[in-house]
């Protein structure tokens, strides 16, 4: 991979592969503590065909020839990391939540006035280095504009994997796709770091319930801003609902893409950027990157995906190659 100026390979990574809670015992039995609709706890330390979930984006990561590293998880996950990879422990603080991770971080990394650091979640094993380039090529020509910088994986490259996950997407009008483990921000620039955590949770919106309870806890984030927010929320859920009803193959089906282009088209990206930029208190915005990688999108929040990943392997390794290959050529021609 070519690091595009003006990063290089001291660009700092934090890895977030922290825990609520991590359950007794051995960490490849953590499966077996679940619930019906539970996420997985220290996903990031499961075994994926021999090796740590970890592993893979550590080798992804080095592979893009970066090399100051921090992985921040609790401390007994942290001594499970082989000692092949050279990386600064940051042992997770009990109870931590996202924006107290990401806060915690930003005072453990040595960063410089107004220096970016790429921040990455450890369970994000299908990024690949080439959609890091991706990535950091739509940056850094935009440090200027904005302190943080989210990873979109566009909704066609994610239906590639679509045999093996079906995901709902955040559909808007200029583009449509899945979140992703990629951020690069300025943490000196960006004041709300709390704001993650209600941030975060929009991609389990899965239920009414759960969509109603998020805007009930940024309303007071957002103030004047609220109203707008909320509309633009609705036709996101609403739009959702539809890309659902879509997958069928009868009149339901038909229904569902007419309701999910419509809607579309209903919010701009640039109105979602304003409002992160609100919530996050971002001095100069908040921009989402289009990535052309689906990969990137996928994670392992639970046990199904897991068992995914583990019989198919090579056949969503051959999608990610794949799209690079595509993405290479792109960017040659």
Known sequence: MAIPSPFNQD????????????PAGDLDDVSHHLAEETPLEAKSFLRLRGHLVIEYVLDWILAAGLRRIWVLAPEQCLATIPTKYEFEPLPQRP???LGNNLRHGKEQVPLERDEPALVVFG??????????????????????????????????SYLEYSEYFQRTSVLMREMAGRV???????????????????????????????????????LYLLGSSAPGAMLA???????????????????????????????????????????ATKLFGAQRGVRLV??????????????????????HWDELEAIARRQDEA???ARSS
């Open 11 to 22: 660009l700092k990574v934090l890895v977030l592969a922290g825990a609520n809670q991590v």
């Open 95 to 97: 109870g931590a939540s």
């Open 123 to 156: 369970d994000h094993l299908l990024t690949t280095p080439t959609a890091l380039e991706d990535f950091l090529r739509f940056c850094a020509p935009r440090l200027h504009e904005a302190d943080l910088f989210h990873g979109l994986a566009l909704r066609e």
């Open 180 to 218: 992703t483990g990629l951020n690069l921000m300025i943490p000196d620039r960006i004041d709300g770091f709390p704001a993650a955590d209600h941030v975060y949770s929009v991609r389990k919106l899965e239920s009414f319930g759960r969509f109603t309870s998020l805007l009930g806890r940024t």
């Open 233 to 275: 929320a609705a036709h996101l859920y609403a739009a959702k609902e539809f890309e659902k009803m879509s997958r069928h193959p009868d009149r339901r089906g038909a229904i569902g893409r007419r309701g999910m282009h419509w809607l579309q088209r209903q919010v701009k990206v640039a109105r979602i950027e304003k409002y």
């Open 290 to 311: 289009p990535l052309a990688h689906g990969g990137t999108a996928i994670d392992v929040d639970f046990v199904d995906e897991l068992d995914i990943l583990e019989k």
């Open 327 to 329: 993405s290479r050529a």
